[in-house]
C-alpha cells in the first residue's frame, strides 16, 4: 500500500489509507454501507470466481450489490449505494496485490480506483462502472426467474447489467488479473470502477477527473460495442461517441368543455403537433425521442386539459453543439406550431430537466493514437481481422475522459442494444474481450510515451 494513487501529469499524491474507508480528497467519510466480515466473504467468492473464468465471473457479478447499484437518468426513486458493490470488490482487488482506495463523495458511492506500478512508463486505466439501469419488475423478464440471477439461453446469458455492464466488467477483471499474475515490466495499471455512470457521470468519473485530478496516459473503458446478430466473436471499437440531452416542454393553453373545443386552445392536441415537428429524422445528426407524456387530470374528463408536457431526449448530439443550441432549437419548434395556431392562446417553454442532463460527443481518435494502434494490433493478433473503428451513439465515462482531453475509447463484448428486459451478453464475446484487453494493456505498457 505505499504507490501514490495518482499519475504521471498533474500528480497530487493521495496518502496511502485503509481500503475500507471512503475518502474524499484528503477527507475520511467513513465506512461504507456494508459489513467487513460480509464484505470480506463476497470478495473471496469474487476472486474464486475469477479464478473459474470469465463467465462464471459474470455470474456472480449480476448480483453484487443489486438491487442498491441501479441507477436512473431522471434521477432514481431510491438514491443507488454502489458501495455494496465497491467495498468487496475493492478488497479483492487489495488481495490480488493491488493499492486500493474507495474515492467518492458520500460513503455510499465509492469508486474503487486500484493501482499496480510494474515499472516506468505509461499509466493505463481499464475502466467500467458499478451502477446499471434499474430492472423493473421481475415479471416481465421471460428468460431468467430474477433479473439478478443469471441464466443460461443458448450461448449467452441473461440478466440485468449482463451486457451493460457487469459481463464488460468481467472481462477487465479476468484481464487485469491475468496482468498481475505475469506482470509486465513496464508502465502501471489501474483499475477505476466508478458510480453513477447512468446518471452521467457526476459522482464518479467526473469527481475522478475534476476533484481528483486523475489522468492516466490511456483509458480503456470497457463497455459495450458488440452488435447480437452480428457473427460472435466479433466486437467493435468506439473511437468517438456522441451525447444527449434531456428536456421537458410545457405548453399551456384554454381549457374548454368536451362539446364546445372550438371555445378553448387545447394545449394537449398542439403538443401532439410539435412532437411530430421535432421527430423528423436528420436535425443535423441528433434525434429526438419522446420518453414521458403528461396531460389531463384525473375525473375532469369533460374537460380539454389546461397544460401538456412531454419529457424528451436528445441523442446522438455531435462535440460542438451547446446547452443553449439544443434548447434554442427545440423552442423554435414549440414557437413555430404555436405561432401557426388560429386561437393565439397557447404559450409554451422549454427546459432542461434538473441535473447533469445535457452532454456533448466527443472528437474521435485516429489509428496512430498509441491506445488505437494498441487495440487495433491486439485484435488483429486475437482474431486474425481488422478490429472495426465506429462513432458510440451513447453515452458512458468515455465522454468524461476524452472531455478531460485524455486519450479514451470504448472496447466491451456486451451488447450495445440495451434491452430493457431480458438483457444478455455473449460468452463468446466475454472471451474475446478479456483477450484483446489483456494484450492492449501490455503493448500500451511496452510502448506508449508517459506524459509526464
Ligand atoms: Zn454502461
Known sequence: ?????????????????DPFVVVDGERELGPPPIDVDTARALADDGAAAADAGVETLTRWLVGLGQPWCENSLDGPLRPPEESHAAAPLALMLADW????????????????VATKRFGPGPLLMLNDHLDTYPSGPASRWQHCDHPYVASDH?????????????????????????????????????????VDEERNGVHGASHLLDRLRLRPDGVIVVEPTATRGAPTPEIALAVRQTGHALLDI?????????????????????????????????RDGHAVCVVGLSAGEAGM????????????????????LTRGHIRDEVLAEVRAELESEAAGDLSGDVDFVAGPTFVPGTEGLTDDDPLVASIATAYQETTGE??????????????????????????????????VYDEVISRANMRLASDVVEDAARRFLDTAPAQA
Open 1 to 17: 500500500m505505499s504507490a501514490s494513487l495518482t499519475t504521471s501529469r498533474h500528480d497530487r499524491p493521495i496518502p496511502s489509507r
Open 97 to 112: 496485490g493491488m493499492d486500493v482506495r474507495l474515492l467518492g463523495d458520500a460513503p455510499e458511492r465509492a469508486n474503487v
Open 154 to 194: 443458448g450461448d449467452e446469458i441473461v440478466a440485468r447489467g449482463t451486457s451493460d455492464t457487469r459481463g464488460n466488467m468481467a472481462a477487465l477483471l479476468v484481464a487485469a488479473r491475468r496482468l498481475l499474475a505475469d506482470p509486465p515490466r513496464r508502465g502501471a495499471l489501474q483499475v477505476a470502477l466508478t
Open 250 to 282: 410545457t405548453i399551456s393553453g384554454v381549457s374548454s368543455h368536451i362539446w364546445r373545443p372550438d371555445t378553448g386552445a387545447n394545449p394537449a392536441s398542439a403538443l401532439r403537433r410539435v412532437l411530430g415537428r421535432l421527430e423528423r429524422p436528420d
Open 301 to 320: 374528463a369533460q374537460f380539454t386539459p389546461l397544460t401538456a408536457s412531454a419529457r424528451i431526449a436528445v441523442v446522438g448530439i455531435g462535440p460542438h
Open 386 to 419: 481488422d478490429v472495426i473503428r465506429y462513432c458510440k451513439p451513447a453515452f458512458n465515462d468515455t465522454i468524461l475522459f476524452r472531455h478531460a482531453g485524455l486519450s479514451a475509447v470504448t472496447f466491451g463484448p456486451g451488447y450495445e442494444g440495451w434491452p
